[in-house]
T-cell receptor, first 112, second 115 residues
């Protein structure tokens, strides 16, 4: 529907584990941003990738990392999971950083 | 620093009545303002945006928003609410001062339209 696909839709992990979330952007979209939306909060900017390079980062620790691939897919990796990492993780893509974004439906991560 | 505020956690309105969801902003320079809607377990859907031009912006699903520079507000409105409008609404400002052009979102307002 939106052209941005995220997987999995839901995920349960144990504290201390590592997780990889995936996003498939619209073809041609060179920019991907990741947002964390905790329960009852607005989305918070994690980081952005433009042409496979990190292009900016929000106030998140280094255990949050990412990759962007030439086929317009990307990953968000979180190491040493903490209970507070439980949230909806949203991927958004655009042609360039200044263009309008299309959001995916998100991955709901629960850390127990 | 750029920010938006949504002063109401929840807004209740009867079906068929007009609705308003409030948003105020604080930005340096010209504001790039947006409204998004989120249904349960879904991502964000774009409703409308203000970049420049007319202060009244029309968007999807019959929604509109009024940009008021003197009051630094960007309230979302709809003349006649539908039960299907019940959702979580986010106001956002686009940070045009950084190379990421990231969105800065408000905390959201839950709209409940009562039949």
């Amino acid at each position: 529907e939106t052209g941005v696909t995220q997987s999995p839709t839901h995920l349960i992990k144990t504290r201390g584990q590592q997780v990889t979330l995936r996003c498939s952007s619209q073809s041609g979209h060179n920019t991907v941003s990741w947002y964390q939306q905790a329960l009852g909060q607005g989305p918070q900017f994690i980081f952005q990738y433009y042409r496979e390079e990190e292009n900016g980062r929000g106030n998140f620790p280094p255990r949050f990392s990412g990759l962007q691939f030439p086929n317009y897919s990307s990953e968000l990796n979180v190491n040493a999971l903490e209970l507070d990492d439980s949230a909806l993780y949203l991927c958004a893509s655009s042609l360039t950083p200044s263009e309008g974004y299309t959001f995916g439906s998100g991955t709901r991560l629960t850390v127990v | 620093a750029q920010s938006v505020a949504q002063p109401e956690d929840q807004v209740n309105v009867a079906e068929g009545n007009p609705l308003t969801v409030k948003c105020t902003y604080s930005v340096s320079g010209n504001p790039y303002l947006f409204w998004y809607v989120q249904y349960p377990n879904r991502g964000l859907q774009f409703l409308l945006k203000y970049i420049t031009g007319d202060n009244l912006v029309k968007g999807s699903y019959g929604f509109e928003a009024e940009f008021n520079k003197s009051q630094t507000s960007f309230h979302l409105k709809k003349p006649s609410a539908l039960v299907s409008d019940s959702a979580l609404y986010f106001c956002a400002v686009r940070d045009m001062t950084s190379g990421t052009y990231k969105y800065i979102f408000g905390t959201g307002t839950r709209l409940k339209v009562l039949a």
